[in-house]
């Protein structure tokens, strides 16, 4: 065959998809590719052998492809499927086509100006298990179609920080995103759609997507269609059911099966029996023997992916019209534009009402007043003043809780947003005085924490010093500090070491210890005014089941590193509180740091698990000699090195678990005036003997 010279546009996931797919076709040679993230396309570059990164289309030209592959988000397919054509390019765009309608007929008027051939990555189509039901459905494996349902289930990755994604950001996203997919699949089972009628539902169950449920019916031309697209169902499911006279047609796409249910001699209960044993038999068969192709190489990953874009390939080279043509890909978007629009413009309303709300006017701030120290800190201020407060909160506060307005205290405003998305914050600081950073990320992988807690600080420092505010306190933590390094007996203050390798402590210790050095940096070069608490480990009602330092949880057991005389660097909740209260009220603490620790009393790690013990449960509690956990870390550490993977287990973690102590408190009674009012002691009654 003549060589087809191919360049790709976009560096993402699916690109890898696409790339391995033309690799192994030997007629295909990849000379280009090109990404906004020059970094990204490099390395796709170098695990492919494609000839040649560029900064852009244009400059791709020089590459000479014969074939360009969009692979971008869908608001640039347009213009740049349209600018590759001008190119002499043929293109092959990933769905779906375009965002418009008129878009897609742009396109497609340029396709055919320019001779060139314009085609789509309907993958979904191409996936074998659905090749099959395709190709029964069309042999009248199951007579006469009545019907076809398809269910889905999906997530996205989550936000990470910065500028909204689209995927949050349009109402309509997750219907554009997966029912492009449906209803191209659906066309091919059924015929094409005539009629839809598309409903979407909010659980709230990701305050970002505001939509997470959608459901359509529809009829077309030889039977009728019905889907089910989901972000909450769990396990995850991609199945295809088709409805005909003489059978049913199963697929999942995730075991890669198809099975039938057929129309068999012989009364109806034993029909039901044989078709149930023999599909149970396929799928029992069909699940182990996919796993073992994939593994083996012989099953692609995405197969439906690799399929399509082989198959566009083998019909250009051979000068056959392309598998999916343009107009299949603008059938797919009139039906999710037309279908989508009430999602997007219920979005677009909610959005401006909350951007054109006007705010009642209010001196402090409070971030993370939902976590477990800021509904102590929002208690305690809404005690204590009676001037009104602001809250940027990610959902809606639960009825009757600190949070919520209509509890009795001083009155409160609430800005709904994400500490990571800038905007949210711009809006929450601006005219206030006194901002209280007590939110960050405290769960999830690396991309949580990078929006939480670095996004969140980052759009913090510039929102405080866009809008002059008098006087930020931020809470930072004791991760940041050489735990391993320590020497036992060495008081802890403010200026102690920071650790040496937070990548080796965990994605928490990196992040609080980056947006420390960030509020610090902000203070010495643009002169924000902000005071940084670094508290010991918080305790109190709330925490119960919260392991103390020098322990950890796992598999419903509290191991304790060492015999668990360590004391721990406690300091009750409120006691907390009281620290951030004073820290925005004291002069001159601009640019301080703050070490927070009730150094009244000492509690070892045994006396405050023999009063966490009546709250434990089935919790066990298990006292483990150190090197026991260094030889158990080594272990995990090894499997981790075999798989490539991060393990939640390391030596110097486990060097890392011994608690500070002891501590100078001195700097937080003279700059604050700070010392515990409650104390270790009644705050252990508190927590867990509240009743004695």
Not at 29 to 41: N, P
Not at 176 to 181: A, E, K, N, W
Not at 214 to 222: D, I, L
Not at 385 to 397: A, D, F, M, Y
């Amino acid at each position: 065959m003549k060589e087809i010279r191919v360049a790709v546009v976009g560096a993402g996931y699916v690109s890898t998809h696409h790339l391995r797919a033309m690799r192994d076709l030997p007629f295909v040679k990849l000379v280009g590719i090109c990404d906004y993230d020059r970094e990204r396309a490099t390395k796709m570059a170098q695990s492919f052998g494609v000839e040649r990164v560029f900064a852009n289309l244009a400059e791709m030209a020089e590459a000479r492809p014969d074939v360009v592959h969009v692979l971008t988000p869908p608001q640039s397919h347009c213009a740049l499927s349209i600018q590759a054509m001008e190119m002499g390019c043929h293109v092959f765009v990933e769905k779906p086509m375009a965002e418009t309608v008129e878009e897609c007929d742009l396109m497609t008027a340029t396709a055919k100006r320019t001779g060139r051939i314009l085609s789509v990555n309907h993958s979904q189509r191409f996936d074998p298990p659905t090749l099959r039901a395709i190709e029964l459905v069309r042999n009248e494996a199951i007579g006469k179609t009545l019907g076809a349902t398809i269910f889905r289930s999906s997530d996205y990755p989550p936000y990470g920080g910065g500028p909204m994604p689209a995927t949050f950001r349009q109402g309509s996203y997750p219907w554009r995103d997966l029912g492009v997919h449906c209803l191209y699949v659906l066309e091919s089972l059924v015929g094409e759609v005539r009629t839809l009628d598309v409903r979407q539902y909010g659980t709230g169950s990701n305050p970002l997507l505001k939509f997470d449920e959608w459901r359509a019916q529809g009829e077309c031309q030889n039977g009728t269609a019905y889907i089910f697209l989901s972000w909450n169902c769990r396990p995850m499911q991609s199945e295809i059911w088709i409805q005909g006279t003489h059978g049913v047609i199963h697929v999942d796409s995730f075991l890669q099966t198809c099975t039938v249910n057929r129309v068999l001699p012989g009364p109806k209960p034993i029909q039901i029996v044989i078709n149930g044993f023999l599909n149970g038999l396929a799928r029992a068969w069909g699940s182990p023997y996919n796993m073992l192709r994939f593994i083996t190489g012989s099953l692609k990953p995405s197969p439906g992916i690799y399929a399509s874009v082989q198959a566009f390939h083998k019909a250009l080279a051979a000068g056959e019209p392309p598998p999916v043509p343009a107009e299949e890909g603008r059938r797919a978007i009139a039906w999710v534009s037309a279908t989508g629009r009430e999602a997007d413009n219920a979005m677009d309303e909610q959005v401006a009402q909350e951007r054109n709300k006007p705010l009642p006017p209010a001196r402090i701030l409070v971030t993370g007043a939902s976590g477990f120290l800021g509904q102590a800190l929002l208690r305690k201020l809404r005690q204590t003043t009676t001037e009104p407060i602001r809250l940027l909160l990610r959902r809606q506060p639960v009825p009757g809780s600190v949070c919520d307005p209509d509890t009795p205290g001083a009155p409160l405003s609430i800005v709904y947003g994400h500490l990571g998305e800038p905007d949210s914050v711009q809006r929450c600081v601006a005219g206030t005085e006194v901002v209280y950073h007590v939110g960050a990320a405290m769960k999830g992988g690396a991309i949580e924490f990078e929006e939480g807690t670095i996004w969140g600080t980052r759009n913090m420092i510039d929102a405080c010093l866009q809008h002059g505010i008098r006087r930020l306190v931020y809470v930072s933590s004791m991760s940041v500090f050489d735990h391993a390094g320590h020497a036992d007996g060495v008081p802890v203050r403010e200026e102690s070491a920071y650790e040496p390798f937070p990548d080796r402590r965990g994605v928490y210790t990196q992040t609080k210890l980056r947006a420390e050095l960030m509020v610090l940096e902000a203070c010495r070069e643009k002169g924000l005014p902000a005071v940084i608490l670094r508290p010991g480990q918080i305790f109190g009602p709330g925490a119960e089941k919260v392991t103390p330092n020098g322990v950890i949880g796992i598999a419903g057991q509290w191991l304790v590193a060492g015999n668990g005389t360590r004391p721990l660097p406690l300091v009750y909740r409120d006691d907390v509180a009281d620290a951030l209260v004073l820290a925005a009220q004291a002069m001159g603490v601009e640019g301080e740091i703050i070490n927070i620790v009730d150094t009244s009393n000492s509690v070892v790690q045994n006396e405050y698990l023999t009063a966490a013990m009546p709250a434990l449960g089935r919790i066990k509690v298990r006292r483990v000699p150190v090197p026991i956990l260094m030889l158990l870390a080594s272990g995990v550490e090894l499997l981790g090195s075999i798989l490539k993977k991060n393990v939640p287990l390391s030596k110097y973690r486990v060097r890392s678990l011994k608690p500070l102590w002891p501590f100078d408190g001195s700097k937080a009674e003279k700059l604050l005036g700070w010392r515990p009012a409650v104390g270790i002691r009644e705050g252990l009654r508190r927590t867990f003997a509240p009743n004695r």
